[in-house]
């Protein structure tokens, strides 16, 4: 066999699948069914009932990734973010991860999550350029 590769910046959907495919066969195999599950917590608007902010986060191979977090201004500095996380980890406990990872930037909230015991297990510099891409993990067990 002798493959051809091509590049698009336009990849479709089924593109995508077709990558993850193999991928996800290939850890399956080596590392079991990741149970995947997903977790949104909605923050709503108290009067038009509208999904303001919120977190969005998978769980797989045991751990609880938090994809997104997102406060509004409105609601910031009221304990939002705090009562979010907290949720998280309560729903993590019940389907019984390990633990929680994150990514975040330096102009995000890093000392958020330190608040909150969450330990850096990395960084990248320069990402995006003059910041720090810094990511972050909480054990539960």
């Known amino acids: ?6 590049i698009t910046a336009t990849p479709s959907e089924e593109d995508r699948a077709a990558i993850l495919r193999p991928l996800r066969a290939h850890n399956t195999a080596s590392a079991g069914d990741p149970q995947r599950a997903t977790l949104a917590l909605l ?12 977190l969005y986060g998978e769980i797989f ?23 979010l996380m907290v949720m ?6 019940e389907k019984g991860c390990v633990g929680i990872w994150l990514d975040t930037f330096d102009f995000q909230a890093p000392d958020f999550y330190q608040k909150h ?4 297990f990395g960084e990248i510099a320069d990402f ?3 910041h ?4 972050f993990q909480k054990r539960l067990v």
């Open 132 to 135: 720090t891409r810094f990511y």
């Open 117 to 120: 015991g969450y330990t850096a």
């Open 88 to 93: 998280a980890e309560e729903a993590a406990r």
């Open 43 to 54: 923050v709503r608007d108290e009067h038009s009932d509208e999904v303001i902010g919120g």
């Open 1 to 6: 066999m002798s493959p051809r590769i091509d």
């Open 128 to 130: 995006p350029p003059g």
């Open 61 to 83: 191979y045991g751990w609880l990734y938090i994809e997104l977090l997102a406060i509004p201004e409105q609601a910031q500095g009221q304990g939002t973010g705090s009562r």
